[in-house]
């Protein structure tokens, strides 16, 4: 039989020291160890994890219908254009919005452009 000594690091961390090799002793340490992940695969979830964050953001914004509103105030403006409503549609990107772009058209009818 092997002596084994415990030695208190702190609370709740203690270390085995064997005197001998023997199964025993093994098997205790072997016990005590903890089985982690290899940073490798840790890696790899997160490269995963980020790539499909990114495939869904690309997606969503490219399907996605978003309205500004901006307002703009010049001295270089003519009085008749106040209150005047201009659309500016971009960066469709081939995307149809429902079909026939239903959705977009009945997005832009409700901002009420001053020119149809």
Request: glycine share 6%.
């Amino acid at each position: 039989m092997t002596a084994i000594k415990k030695y208190f690091l702190s609370n709740s961390c203690y270390v085995h020291i064997a005197a001998g090799k023997s199964n025993e002793t093994n098997r205790k340490r072997g016990s005590m160890r903890k089985h982690s992940i290899p940073k490798a695969l840790v890696k790899l979830y997160v490269m995963i994890v980020i790539f499909f964050t990114l495939l869904i953001w690309t997606i969503w914004g490219n399907a996605a219908l978003t309205v500004s509103n901006i307002k703009i105030s010049s001295s270089r403006i003519p009085p008749a254009f106040s209150g005047f409503r201009i659309a500016q549609v971009s960066d469709l990107h081939n995307v149809e919005f429902g079909k026939g772009n239903k959705k977009l058209l009945e997005l832009l009818s409700e901002s009420k452009p001053g020119i149809r």
